[in-house]
């Protein structure tokens, strides 16, 4: 019986996935279509994680869940909830510890750097489901049914990511065309890159330390502007050109995609700094960022 089961294999679900097994763990890491890395040690299970009973009986006798899922961007508000509360009940049921891959949304706007003592006030709609998860969580903690901790981590970096870089800059970068950026180039930004968010996952799980409150993935703090030259630099590209997405822009990607539509009411995190005090997780358990040239080379 696997010790830890992953549910959901993107970029850094799939890394947790791997980084378990190379440890020697047995891992099930658990997908809509039973895709995922291939590694001896991890047994990979196609399921809906929304099949509270199914994915309990999957769940029996492991000590750890880590719940990397995700889906659709823009359905968040409405799909987010009922995935994450059969998750966690199925864990309940379960008897194993939980922890939760998140992100930085439920903080909204702020003036200073955000560390993980910063209130949950965020004003987007996603944000707040983001903030309501931890909640639910965080309650269950609380009424001793299950041990849980969360992981937050920022714009991601890194083999397979999906995010605003990776999506809209380094594409045109590569090809030597010019990048239309969310937000403003030069803010400062925390970025993670998915290796450190997986070894920040795996190390909160393996602590007693971990439980019962958040913590920050390692961070990356630079601009898109300097992500951009070091990416170009790393692969012989021109210079980076950039230049501001405009509301036409955005909603003209939208009318293809909705995918752009919910980029909108993120925009506070992209056109003026957000950055992010990772010192809590470096100082309790050693984890360092990696280079920002390592992320970039994924």
Do not use: C
């Not at 920050?216 to 630099?233: D, N, S």
């Not at 992010?276 to 360092?288: H, I, N, P, S, T």
């Amino acid at each position: 019986m696997a010790g830890a089961v992953v549910i959901g294999a993107g970029a850094t679900g799939a890394a947790t996935a791997r980084q378990l097994a190379e440890r020697g763990e047995q891992v099930r890491l658990v997908t809509r279509g039973g895709g995922g890395p291939e590694h001896p040690g991890i047994e990979r299970i196609a399921l809906d994680a929304g099949r509270t009973g199914e994915l309990a009986e999957v769940l029996a006798g492991a000590d750890t869940v880590f719940n990397a899922a995700m889906t659709a961007y823009h359905t968040w508000p409405q799909t987010m909830p009922p995935l994450f509360d059969s998750i966690l009940a199925a864990t309940e049921r379960a008897g194993a510890d939980y922890v939760m891959l998140g992100n930085l949304y439920g903080y909204g706007p702020t003036a200073g750097p955000v560390t993980e003592r910063t209130p949950l006030l965020a004003r987007t709609r996603k944000g707040r489901v983001r903030a309501e998860l931890w909640r639910r969580a965080e309650r269950a903690h609380a009424e001793g049914r299950l041990r849980v901790t969360e992981v937050r981590a920022g714009q991601y970096l890194g083999a397979g990511a999906l995010s605003p870089f990776t999506l809209l800059v380094a594409p045109r970068v590569l090809d030597g065309e010019l990048a239309l950026v969310h937000g403003d180039p030069d803010a400062a930004h925390s970025f993670s890159y998915t290796e450190d968010v997986a070894a920040a996952l795996v190390a909160v799980a393996r602590d007693d330390r971990a439980w019962g409150r958040p913590w920050h993935a390692p961070v990356i703090t630079t601009t898109v502007r300097a992500a951009a030259t070091e990416l170009a630099a790393l692969h012989g590209a021109p210079e980076p050109r950039l230049e501001q997405l405009g509301e036409r822009e955005l909603a003209l990607l939208a009318f293809g995609d909705p995918l752009w539509r919910e980029f909108a009411e993120m925009g506070y995190m992209a056109e003026r700094p957000f950055v992010v005090d990772d010192g809590e997780l470096r100082a309790a358990f050693g984890l360092e960022a990696a280079p920002l040239r390592t992320a970039l080379a994924g």
